[in-house]
């Protein structure tokens, strides 16, 4: 016997041996060692001696005290070798032993279902083996992962708090309620799924009008301390947008319709009466790290149509935040240069010699395992090797800029996968496209995209084509 074999012993009465006989040779069979009078009780030991060493032996793990009718009424009379064992059991149990030893394990039911239990260990929590069902089997398992300590259910580590308590000066609770109420919706009410996605949208407008920059700090410092802040709602967004995907609801048209809306509310002057180019900058940093985030998450469940959608969308943006005039662009107006982080947070930091540090920032903003490092960077990416094949022809800026793609150091699988005929057509809805040669025309026919790279690296943000060759595309089942 080595150190890791369970041992345990088996308390019974005679009106149910050969069953109990049954159940020590499937437990020596799953690898537990068996104390049984059958088995270790030989003639001329002392029957009681016999009794009270295996049931205070220290390396018994479990003792199995099998319940019957025969076994409960002896027990419960102290009569017998069931009594003198009742004795010794019950003073162990009321003592210092641990608690979980002992084990009822019920054999037999009166004519009205109730389990047959001695008194001293009736309020005990019991495995049910009195049935020869498929109930049986359930509770067989139960008791040997009890003899294993290898419980079914396993309480999780302690994680640690949330972020969102340290850094919630927002009050974001009704949109986490909303977020429930969404990803709770089923039928086909209408009124009520557009009723809970412009509470939605309200909701998520108004509070991130809440997120201004504090005016007891400078505004270097401020707008890292008003970004680490916007972390908790860019989270809540991410769960607002898996709520649409598990609900069914519409997802492009509802997150275009969000997106549009708060980059139009959040870049608002008209009260101010002007404005600077880093006025915004907190919103600016904002939505485009909502967009990738929602790449990401688009990609990560496979809603390709969706997201073509999402990225063929025309926006309808305010480009003069001094009026309400409204301007066809496309997404890349949503990526922007954020002047602060890059020109006065950087050189004051820790590592001033950074390629980007508001790229560094983006991606070590994770929401595991959804949003991570990779998947992050690797959305960014998507967003810059897609957009010159949309042929985008708003007044959008002419590019979208992947500033984050040195932080990406895995392959991409996603366009790898398209050597299968399978995952072309699954990820065709992508480029809009429904066949594996429309896939290969609008991937290999587009104009080659200026290449994105930092000055004084030699590492670019990659083509799709730098990650699979035309005629691999389709070539496998």
Same mark, same amino acid.
Request: aromatic share 12%; glycine share 4%.
């Given at each position: 016997m080595t150190d890791a074999t369970k041992k345990v012993f088996i308390s019974y009465s005679w009106a149910v041996q050969e069953r109990v006989i049954e159940l020590a040779e499937r437990l020596i069979a799953n690898g537990i060692d068996v104390i049984l009078d059958v088995y270790d009780l030989k003639e001329g030991q002392d029957k009681y001696a016999f009794m009270e060493q295996s049931v205070n032996d220290p390396v018994v793990d479990r003792v199995l005290i099998i319940c019957d009718k025969t076994y409960t009424e002896k027990a419960n009379s102290r009569n017998g070798g069931v009594g003198d064992e009742t004795a010794i059991i019950s003073s162990d149990i009321y003592g210092q032993v641990k608690q979980e030893k002992f084990i009822p394990i019920i054999f037999e039911v009166d004519e009205e279902g109730r389990a047959y239990c001695p008194s001293y260990i009736k309020s005990r929590i019991y495995i049910d083996l009195s049935s020869e069902d498929d109930r049986y089997e359930v509770e067989y398992e139960k008791l040997i992962r009890n003899i294993y300590e290898k419980p079914l259910y396993k309480k999780p580590a302690i994680g640690v708090k949330p972020e969102w308590l340290e850094n919630d000066t927002v009050d974001l609770s009704s949109i986490r309620d909303l977020i429930k109420q969404v990803r709770g919706y089923v039928g086909e009410n209408k009124s009520k799924a557009d009723f809970l996605l412009r509470r939605a949208t309200d909701e998520f407008v108004e509070a991130a009008k809440q997120y201004t920059l504090p005016k007891d700090k400078p505004k270097d410092d401020g707008l890292l301390q008003v970004i680490d802040q916007l972390k908790? #709602?860019?989270?809540?967004?991410?769960?607002?947008? @898996? %709520?649409?995907? #598990?609900? %069914?609801?519409?997802?492009? @048209?509802?997150? %275009?319709?969000?997106?549009?809306?708060? #980059?139009?509310e959040l870049h608002d002057a008209r009260e101010k009466g002007s404005y600077g180019d880093t006025d915004f900058e907190q919103y600016d940093f904002l939505i485009w790290e909502l967009f990738i985030s929602i790449t990401a998450t688009m990609l990560h469940y496979e809603k390709y149509a969706e997201l073509y959608d999402l990225l063929t969308n025309t926006y309808f943006l305010r480009i003069n935040y001094l009026d309400s005039n409204v301007h066809a662009c496309n997404y890349s107006e949503f990526r922007p240069y954020i002047r602060t982080i890059e020109e006065v947070c950087k050189p004051k930091s820790a590592e001033p010699r950074l390629l980007t540090l508001t790229g560094k920032i983006l991606v070590e903003r994770e929401k595991k395992p959804l949003l991570t490092r990779e998947s992050i960077s690797n959305a960014d990416i998507v967003l810059y090797q897609l957009y010159p094949l949309f042929k985008l022809s708003t007044n959008g800026n002419d590019q979208w800029y992947p500033i984050s793609f040195i932080y990406h150091r895995e392959s991409q699988t996603i366009w790898q996968k398209l050597k299968s005929k399978e995952n072309c057509l699954k990820i065709a809805p992508l480029f809009g496209v429904h066949t594996i040669e429309e896939l290969k025309s609008i991937i290999f026919g587009a104009e080659p995209i200026e290449k994105i790279r930092y000055a004084h690296s030699f590492e670019s943000a990659p083509y799709i084509p730098n990650c699979i060759k035309i005629e691999e595309i389709g070539s496998l089942k």
């Amino acid at each position: 016997m080595t150190d890791a074999t369970k041992k345990v012993f088996i308390s019974y009465s005679w009106a149910v041996q050969e069953r109990v006989i049954e159940l020590a040779e499937r437990l020596i069979a799953n690898g537990i060692d068996v104390i049984l009078d059958v088995y270790d009780l030989k003639e001329g030991q002392d029957k009681y001696a016999f009794m009270e060493q295996s049931v205070n032996d220290p390396v018994v793990d479990r003792v199995l005290i099998i319940c019957d009718k025969t076994y409960t009424e002896k027990a419960n009379s102290r009569n017998g070798g069931v009594g003198d064992e009742t004795a010794i059991i019950s003073s162990d149990i009321y003592g210092q032993v641990k608690q979980e030893k002992f084990i009822p394990i019920i054999f037999e039911v009166d004519e009205e279902g109730r389990a047959y239990c001695p008194s001293y260990i009736k309020s005990r929590i019991y495995i049910d083996l009195s049935s020869e069902d498929d109930r049986y089997e359930v509770e067989y398992e139960k008791l040997i992962r009890n003899i294993y300590e290898k419980p079914l259910y396993k309480k999780p580590a302690i994680g640690v708090k949330p972020e969102w308590l340290e850094n919630d000066t927002v009050d974001l609770s009704s949109i986490r309620d909303l977020i429930k109420q969404v990803r709770g919706y089923v039928g086909e009410n209408k009124s009520k799924a557009d009723f809970l996605l412009r509470r939605a949208t309200d909701e998520f407008v108004e509070a991130a009008k809440q997120y201004t920059l504090p005016k007891d700090k400078p505004k270097d410092d401020g707008l890292l301390q008003v970004i680490d802040q916007l972390k908790g #709602y860019r989270d809540l967004f991410i769960d607002f947008c @898996e %709520a649409l995907v #598990y609900s %069914a609801m519409p997802v492009s @048209e509802t997150i %275009a319709s969000l997106i549009e809306r708060l #980059y139009n509310e959040l870049h608002d002057a008209r009260e101010k009466g002007s404005y600077g180019d880093t006025d915004f900058e907190q919103y600016d940093f904002l939505i485009w790290e909502l967009f990738i985030s929602i790449t990401a998450t688009m990609l990560h469940y496979e809603k390709y149509a969706e997201l073509y959608d999402l990225l063929t969308n025309t926006y309808f943006l305010r480009i003069n935040y001094l009026d309400s005039n409204v301007h066809a662009c496309n997404y890349s107006e949503f990526r922007p240069y954020i002047r602060t982080i890059e020109e006065v947070c950087k050189p004051k930091s820790a590592e001033p010699r950074l390629l980007t540090l508001t790229g560094k920032i983006l991606v070590e903003r994770e929401k595991k395992p959804l949003l991570t490092r990779e998947s992050i960077s690797n959305a960014d990416i998507v967003l810059y090797q897609l957009y010159p094949l949309f042929k985008l022809s708003t007044n959008g800026n002419d590019q979208w800029y992947p500033i984050s793609f040195i932080y990406h150091r895995e392959s991409q699988t996603i366009w790898q996968k398209l050597k299968s005929k399978e995952n072309c057509l699954k990820i065709a809805p992508l480029f809009g496209v429904h066949t594996i040669e429309e896939l290969k025309s609008i991937i290999f026919g587009a104009e080659p995209i200026e290449k994105i790279r930092y000055a004084h690296s030699f590492e670019s943000a990659p083509y799709i084509p730098n990650c699979i060759k035309i005629e691999e595309i389709g070539s496998l089942k």
